[in-house]
């Protein structure tokens, strides 16, 4: 019988869950997604997908069922609706008897083409073609590049596909062996191109972006679990390692001797004993990437989330240098503790990956408990350990006579720090993925986790062993923490341990040592967590979200509006970028997206706020208790969407979508509008909402100007008010955010920095008065970012949706008139004149 479940307190800084039933990321785990990935795949495709020859939605011949997306011939070719630059794309295919199709990329999106043009990926029953050019064949670089190491396509059968293009570098893979590996930026690139059948079409093949495309051959095509990174879009902060002049910021540790050079550090050592140069920060989630060269035949290592023992002495993760004959450079060891933890033995390519005394580029990313390595690409480590969360960055010099190595070329991207949470007794809630720790009492009687339980679950005889230690079933997963095959590590009474479940990947540790790991393992992947009856627990804590405080790995927030336009042929997803990562830094725990084509939203643990932008509709959101809540939605609406709760558009709207940490207002209606029927003349209007008016405000109507004089609608920091009567001081307190559903005949926004001298004219002096007022035309459509310590009057009546952050300080509102007419008077112009205007439609920032 299972003990009371546990779990999980409903906050916000616990993972989403993952799961298998939704949109969004289906099929990806919680560290995939905190790492940069995205799914491409997704129940509505129409969401990801268009036809390159329409532009309209995916044709009914594209059919998606059970995360399988199945192409039937004379469906037309699919593009991406994002265009993608440097990225890494993963895909599982398969192809009919006698069948050909291509997946490309930087694909130019010329609809008036008679064919996907793109750099392409082969995919081919290569039986059915035994005397094909090589360059045609399943993994080439169609009529480029043929694949440099053995693969042959088979119909019917499915194969792990990777697509690798990167600062100019393009590679094939399949079934993790790498099949080719092109630099396009050199003179072998250019015959080769000129001894294809492109030379006289050749400049999509230098094309700086484009999107992913599945082409339609004429032949039936299976595709699965197609996921892509965006190098351009990676969450978190590029952090300098090191300066190029000398070593501030680092500490040495030994008797090594560390030199700055202009590209990166040189060590050495001359019979001392270990040493390491260490960072005097500590990093969490990271993406490390440095080039190396080793001198001499020493051992050396690159050490990450280390800690320095009271000893001096440095222990912790160390991704290796090994130049010698055992060659197990880019393995996972755990120097001063555990030792090695994921070395070489079984990996030839990772092993044959080091190029001993020449130039060697590595690649570290530590995710959560996922820690893995890339030797010149080659993946040579991969282990989830969720026993240090964080650490110095560290360059060791080995002990002896002959290590000499530089490092060069540091790139850091900062994903932030994780904290461990307590956990209590509670209404249990699912989650799919995890990293737990705590310590249970070995009292020789028999003790089980259990996890992805189904609620209310009892354990079965339907149980099934998957690893010594790891049972599944139809019902959940458990492991059995005094199984014999543990016993070298267990001991009487207390005993810790830690459990990471991601996806099909399962680790346990005990007393620190890893003792049970398995992958692909078919089971639930959301549930439960709990233990079995009799069993003793304390200490439970639940592993959080990265963390990017304003002391570490923030992103610097901007202190200049900005603006981008959401939607049609003017969407600028630079500009809403820029904008989002502002947004994230200035709110802890909040995130803001843009689709222009949302249909569905998946359930996570976090409420959301979706502002409907374009197209009328029907909403609907799905409660986990089944209760359904629907309303009719137009431009202007919010929606909001609870905890586990998922929204259904019909037909898919533009929408911006504010996540929100709990809690929020138990009494909030889940549809709020803006009730503004251009008929109301000074009469009440309110919010109406399916549960009848949620709050009352003054609504006043002018033909001029639409409407004005709102009240703030305070809704969690989210209202509605059209700024048309008031500056707004700001006392540094709080940024904004505006999304603007509708305009005047000239709706624009005038914006100063000088907060001071505006509301004092008479200390305006005439070298202030440049840029001191500027102005800008907006449209419906247009999101914009207004800092702290920026004043904003909205003109000619505009109707917006504004986004406050953490620490909203409504500042005094001072009348507008008194103060323009100061100002102008003492610049002695009148009206407009004294407004430098923008042309309508720019996209640029108004500050500089």
Same mark, same amino acid.
């Given at each position: 019988?299972?003990?009371?479940?546990?779990?999980?307190?409903?906050?916000?800084?616990?993972?989403?869950?993952?799961?298998?039933?939704?949109?969004?990321?289906?099929?990806? +785990?919680?560290?995939?997604?905190?790492?940069?990935?995205?799914?491409?795949?997704?129940?509505?495709?129409?969401?990801?997908?268009?036809?390159?020859?329409?532009?309209?939605?995916?044709?009914?011949?594209?059919?998606?069922?059970?995360?399988?997306?199945?192409?039937?011939?004379?469906?037309?070719?699919?593009?991406?609706?994002?265009?993608?630059?440097?990225?890494?794309?993963?895909?599982?295919?398969?192809?009919?008897?006698?069948?050909?199709?291509?997946?490309?990329?930087?694909?130019?999106?010329?609809?008036?083409?008679?064919?996907?043009?793109?750099?392409?990926?082969?995919?081919?029953?290569?039986?059915?073609?035994?005397?094909?050019?090589?360059?045609?064949?399943?993994?080439?670089?169609?009529?480029?590049?043929?694949?440099?190491?053995?693969?042959?396509?088979?119909?019917?059968?499915?194969?792990?596909?990777?697509?690798? =293009?990167?600062?100019?570098?393009?590679?094939?893979?399949?079934?993790?062996?790498?099949?080719?590996?092109?630099?396009?930026?050199?003179?072998?690139?250019?015959?080769?191109?000129?001894?294809?059948?492109?030379?006289?079409?050749?400049?999509?093949?230098?094309?700086?972006?484009?999107?992913?495309?599945?082409?339609?051959?004429?032949?039936?095509?299976?595709?699965?679990?197609?996921?892509?990174?965006?190098?351009?879009?990676?969450?978190?902060?590029?952090?300098?390692?090191?300066?190029?002049?000398?070593?501030?910021?680092?500490?040495?540790?030994?008797?090594?001797?560390?030199?700055?050079?202009?590209?990166?550090?040189?060590?050495?050592?001359?019979?001392?004993?270990?040493?390491?140069? #260490?960072?005097?920060?500590?990093?969490?989630?990271?993406?490390?990437?440095?080039?190396?060269?080793?001198?001499?035949?020493?051992?050396?290592?690159?050490?990450?989330?280390?800690?320095? +023992?009271?000893?001096?002495?440095?222990?912790?993760?160390?991704?290796?240098?090994?130049?010698?004959?055992?060659?197990?450079?880019?393995?996972?060891?755990?120097?001063?503790?555990?030792?090695? /933890?994921?070395?070489?033995?079984?990996?030839?390519?990772?092993?044959?990956?080091?190029?001993?005394?020449?130039?060697?580029?590595?690649?570290?990313?530590?995710?959560?408990?996922?820690?893995?390595?890339?030797?010149?690409?080659?993946?040579?480590?991969?282990?989830?350990?969720?026993?240090?969360?964080?650490?110095?960055?560290?360059?060791?010099?080995?002990?002896?006579?002959?290590?000499?190595?530089?490092?060069?070329?540091?790139?850091?991207?900062?994903?932030?720090?994780?904290?461990?949470?307590?956990?209590?007794?509670?209404?249990?809630?699912?989650?799919?993925?995890?990293?737990?720790?705590?310590?249970?009492?070995?009292?020789?009687?028999?003790?089980?986790?259990?996890?992805?339980?189904?609620?209310?679950?009892?354990?079965?005889?339907?149980?099934?062993?998957?690893?010594?230690?790891?049972?599944?079933?139809?019902?959940?997963?458990?492991?059995?923490?005094?199984?014999?095959?543990?016993?070298? +590590?267990?001991?009487?009474?207390?005993?810790?341990?830690?459990?990471?479940?991601?996806?099909?990947?399962?680790?346990?540790?005990?007393?620190?040592?890893?003792? /049970?790991?398995?992958?692909?393992?078919?089971?639930?992947?959301?549930? #439960?967590?709990?233990?079995?009856?009799?069993?003793?627990?304390?200490?439970?804590?639940?592993?959080?979200?990265?963390?990017?405080?304003?002391?570490?790995?923030?992103?610097?927030?901007?202190?200049?509006?900005?603006?981008?336009?959401?939607?049609?042929?003017?969407?600028?997803?630079?500009?809403?970028?820029?904008?989002?990562?502002?947004?994230?830094?200035?709110?802890?725990?909040?995130?803001?997206?843009?689709?222009?084509?949302?249909?569905?939203?998946?359930?996570? #643990?976090?409420?959301?706020?979706?502002?409907?932008?374009?197209?009328?509709?029907?909403?609907?959101?799905?409660?986990?208790?089944?209760?359904?809540? =629907?309303?009719?939605?137009?431009?202007?609406?919010?929606? /909001?969407?609870?905890?586990?709760?998922?929204?259904?558009?019909?037909?898919?709207?533009?929408?911006?979508?504010?996540?929100?940490?709990?809690?929020?207002?138990?009494?909030?209606?889940?549809?709020?509008?803006?009730?503004?029927?251009?008929?109301?003349?000074?009469?009440?209007?309110?919010?109406?909402?399916?549960?009848?008016?949620?709050?009352?405000?003054? /609504?006043?109507?002018?033909?001029?100007?639409?409407?004005?004089?709102?009240?703030?609608?305070?809704? +969690?920091?989210?209202?509605?008010?059209?700024?048309?009567?008031?500056?707004?001081?700001?006392?540094?307190?709080?940024?904004?955010?505006?999304?603007?559903?509708?305009?005047?005949?000239?709706?624009?926004?005038?914006?100063?920095?000088?907060?001071?001298?505006?509301?004092?004219?008479?200390?305006?002096?005439?070298?202030?008065?440049?840029?001191?007022?500027?102005?800008?035309?907006?449209?419906?459509?247009?999101?914009?970012?207004?800092?702290?310590?920026?004043? =904003?009057?909205?003109?000619?009546?505009?109707?917006?949706?504004?986004?406050?952050?953490?620490?909203?300080?409504?500042?005094?509102?001072?009348?507008?008139? =008194?103060?323009?007419?100061?100002?102008?008077?003492?610049?002695?112009?009148?009206?407009?004149?004294?407004?430098?205007?923008?042309?309508?439609?720019?996209?640029?920032?108004?500050?500089?």
């Amino acid at each position: 019988m299972l003990a009371s479940a546990l779990l999980l307190l409903l906050a916000q800084d616990l993972q989403p869950p993952t799961t298998d039933s939704g949109g969004g990321n289906l099929g990806l +785990h919680a560290l995939e997604i905190d790492a940069g990935w995205e799914n491409l795949l997704v129940p509505d495709l129409s969401r990801m997908w268009k036809s390159q020859r329409s532009g309209a939605a995916p044709g009914a011949g594209w059919e998606f069922e059970n995360g399988e997306l199945h192409l039937i011939p004379g469906s037309g070719d699919l593009v991406t609706r994002r265009q993608f630059s440097d990225m890494e794309l993963e895909f599982e295919w398969r192809i009919a008897q006698g069948g050909n199709s291509g997946i490309k990329y930087r694909v130019t999106t010329d609809p008036a083409l008679p064919s996907l043009l793109g750099l392409e990926y082969q995919l081919l029953d290569d039986g059915a073609f035994p005397q094909i050019h090589p360059e045609h064949r399943s993994g080439a670089l169609y009529d480029i590049q043929q694949a440099t190491a053995p693969f042959s396509g088979v119909a019917g059968k499915y194969y792990r596909g990777r697509i690798v =293009h990167r600062n100019g570098l393009v590679e094939h893979w399949a079934d993790g062996t790498r099949l080719l590996r092109l630099q396009t930026s050199t003179a072998s690139w250019i015959e080769k191109i000129k001894a294809s059948k492109f030379q006289n079409n050749s400049a999509f093949l230098n094309a700086p972006q484009g999107p992913i495309g599945i082409q339609d051959h004429g032949s039936e095509a299976w595709f699965r679990r197609m996921k892509i990174r965006d190098w351009s879009r990676l969450p978190g902060k590029a952090a300098e390692l090191y300066n190029g002049k000398n070593l501030d910021g680092w500490q040495e540790l030994g008797d090594a001797r560390y030199v700055a050079e202009p590209k990166g550090i040189y060590g050495e050592v001359d019979g001392g004993g270990q040493s390491f140069l #260490i960072t005097e920060k500590r990093f969490g989630d990271f993406i490390l990437e440095m080039d190396l060269r080793n001198e001499d035949q020493g051992n050396s290592g690159i050490q990450v989330r280390s800690q320095v +023992h009271e000893s001096g002495r440095l222990y912790g993760y160390q991704i290796e240098i090994d130049p010698s004959p055992r060659s197990w450079s880019g393995g996972l060891y755990d120097e001063g503790r555990r030792g090695w /933890l994921d070395n070489l033995a079984d990996n030839p390519a990772g092993r044959a990956a080091f190029r001993n005394g020449q130039w060697n580029h590595f690649r570290i990313e530590c995710i959560g408990p996922w820690i893995r390595a890339w030797v010149n690409g080659v993946p040579t480590a991969d282990y989830l350990d969720p026993l240090t969360m964080e650490g110095v960055i560290g360059l060791q010099v080995h002990s002896g006579h002959n290590t000499k190595i530089r490092w060069h070329n540091f790139k850091l991207q900062d994903l932030g720090r994780r904290q461990w949470k307590a956990v209590s007794p509670t209404d249990a809630l699912k989650l799919a993925d995890f990293t737990y720790r705590g310590e249970w009492f070995n009292n020789g009687k028999e003790a089980k986790l259990f996890f992805r339980m189904a609620p209310e679950a009892e354990p079965t005889d339907s149980w099934q062993a998957a690893a010594p230690g790891l049972m599944t079933s139809a019902n959940g997963w458990s492991i059995r923490m005094d199984h014999s095959s543990f016993a070298k +590590h267990l001991k009487p009474g207390w005993n810790r341990w830690h459990l990471c479940a991601y996806g099909s990947r399962i680790q346990f540790l005990l007393n620190d040592y890893p003792v /049970l790991a398995a992958d692909q393992v078919p089971g639930p992947r959301t549930g #439960i967590f709990s233990w079995s009856e009799g069993t003793q627990i304390r200490g439970l804590e639940i592993l959080g979200d990265a963390q990017r405080d304003s002391g570490h790995g923030t992103m610097n927030h901007s202190t200049k509006p900005l603006f981008a336009r959401l939607g049609g042929p003017d969407h600028n997803e630079g500009a809403f970028q820029q904008i989002a990562r502002a947004f994230r830094a200035a709110n802890q725990g909040y995130d803001l997206s843009y689709q222009s084509e949302l249909s569905f939203l998946p359930e996570t #643990i976090t409420s959301r706020v979706v502002f409907v932008q374009d197209r009328s509709g029907k909403a609907t959101v799905f409660r986990p208790d089944s209760d359904l809540v =629907h309303s009719e939605t137009t431009p202007g609406d919010l929606i /909001l969407v609870r905890p586990l709760e998922q929204l259904q558009a019909e037909p898919a709207m533009g929408a911006l979508i504010f996540e929100v940490p709990e809690p929020i207002p138990s009494d909030l209606p889940t549809f709020i509008r803006p009730d503004w029927d251009p008929k109301i003349t000074d009469t009440p209007g309110g919010c109406a909402t399916e549960e009848g008016a949620y709050r009352r405000i003054l /609504l006043t109507w002018s033909e001029k100007n639409g409407p004005y004089n709102w009240q703030a609608l305070n809704a +969690h920091r989210v209202r509605i008010t059209d700024s048309f009567t008031h500056f707004h001081p700001r006392d540094g307190g709080f940024d904004e955010f505006y999304l603007v559903q509708g305009t005047g005949s000239r709706g624009r926004i005038l914006t100063s920095t000088h907060l001071e001298k505006i509301l004092h004219p008479d200390r305006l002096q005439r070298s202030d008065l440049d840029g001191l007022l500027q102005s800008r035309y907006l449209a419906p459509g247009d999101l914009v970012y207004l800092p702290r310590g920026v004043v =904003h009057r909205g003109l000619d009546g505009v109707l917006a949706q504004v986004i406050t952050v953490p620490g909203f300080k409504p500042g005094a509102e001072i009348g507008v008139d =008194h103060h323009l007419r100061a100002i102008q008077e003492r610049l002695k112009l009148e009206g407009e004149q004294a407004l430098p205007f923008h042309e309508a439609g720019s996209l640029e920032p108004i500050v500089r």
